[in-house]
């Protein structure tokens, strides 16, 4: 029978509520107990709970905690099967990426879950995603990789969006087809093609002031983008862009405040704001120009992943030639190969 460990680290699932509303509790595993028989009637693996302190409300989640997941995870390695993470919907994403490119090839599968009611509260959904996420944990066709299951979808990690802060149906991978989805059998439409290995515990070295997100939209400021591109503590930009990944010019000011971090040695990653779809860089004159100054396509990587991407790699200390390389490329299945 396959061993499961479930990391508990907060979120909405072990919430309880307070006169200043729900807030991050501990004792999750006695409310597990109380709601989960294992074996049966479930037919559950055995599984254990092990509360991540401090917890954290997902919204408080700083790149920091990733590193305390990893080494949780080294840890407990070896002793176990599986790997159950609990973890708040408004940030997982993040995390679910961040762990796919920490992590690398892997050879047991961990999956992070949560829910958007609190467990035993009316109508709650968590009791449902964390019986589904022990199943597929322990099911021989789940892929070794880092995924996100929620609503009886498996999502690869780093493929996943929150696309709903009201439904149920919270998360969604809308340029990838999910891994498995759970029904009155567990079907497996979408084979994983990830190479498994041995993981990389190695942690972060992290720099708060390194990555940053710019979005564009009409009537934003061209002063202030300059300001940021302009900041020399800076290492990489997430740009959020128009459609197939156009800009508005600025009269060519911002391209050149673009070209100017490029050549400063500030990576550059564009990613479209659309759901679906992929960035293309010279469809139209706009977009091509960010060719010249040195800005890097994201493909189909959704913004969550380009984050953690550029998170994680310059957090492994990749700069320069290397560092476009790794973002040029599809290092864990995050984006459509080109």
Excluded at 22 to 35: F, T
Excluded at 168 to 181: G, V
């Amino acid at each position: 029978m396959p061993r499961v460990l479930i990391l508990y680290t907060g979120g909405t699932i072990g919430m309880q509520p307070s006169p200043q509303g729900y807030v991050p509790s501990a004792g999750l595993a006695e409310r597990l107990a109380a709601h989960l028989a294992v074996g049966d009637p479930y037919r559950l693996p055995v599984f254990e709970v092990v509360e991540i302190q401090p917890l954290i409300d997902s919204a408080e989640l700083m790149p920091e905690a990733w590193n305390r997941l990893v080494a949780a995870l080294e840890s407990h390695w070896q002793a176990y099967d599986a790997f159950v993470i609990l973890h708040g919907t408004d940030t997982m994403a993040y995390s679910t990426a961040a762990l796919s490119f920490m992590l690398g090839a892997i050879n047991k599968p961990v999956l992070f879950t949560g829910s958007q009611i609190p467990l035993g509260e009316p109508r709650s959904d968590a009791l449902n995603n964390v019986v589904s996420a022990l199943q597929l944990a322990a099911h021989p066709a789940t892929p070794c990789e880092v995924s996100l299951l929620f609503h009886d979808r498996l999502l690869r990690g780093n493929r996943a969006r929150k696309v709903r802060t009201q439904g149920l149906d919270a998360f969604d991978s809308p340029n990838f087809p999910w891994l498995a989805e759970i029904g009155i059998d567990i079907t497996f439409p979408q084979p994983s093609a990830l190479l498994s290995g041995e993981p990389n515990f190695a942690p972060l070295q992290l720099d708060d002031e390194a990555v940053a997100v710019l979005p564009l939209h009409p009537g934003m400021s061209l002063r202030r983008a300059k300001e940021l591109l302009e900041d020399t503590t800076l290492k990489g930009v997430v740009i959020s862009s128009y459609g197939v990944g156009n800009p508005p010019s600025f009269e060519g000011e911002l391209l050149n405040a673009m070209k100017a971090a490029n050549e400063r040695g500030v990576a550059l990653l564009n990613v479209t704001q659309c759901a679906q779809g992929n960035v293309v860089q010279g469809a139209y004159a706009t977009g091509a120009a960010l060719n010249r100054a040195g800005v890097i396509a994201g493909g189909d990587i959704t913004l969550e992943a380009a984050v953690a991407k550029l998170t994680v790699l310059l957090g492994r200390g990749l700069s320069g030639p290397a560092l476009r390389m790794a973002l040029s490329a599809s290092i864990r299945g995050e984006a459509t190969a080109r």
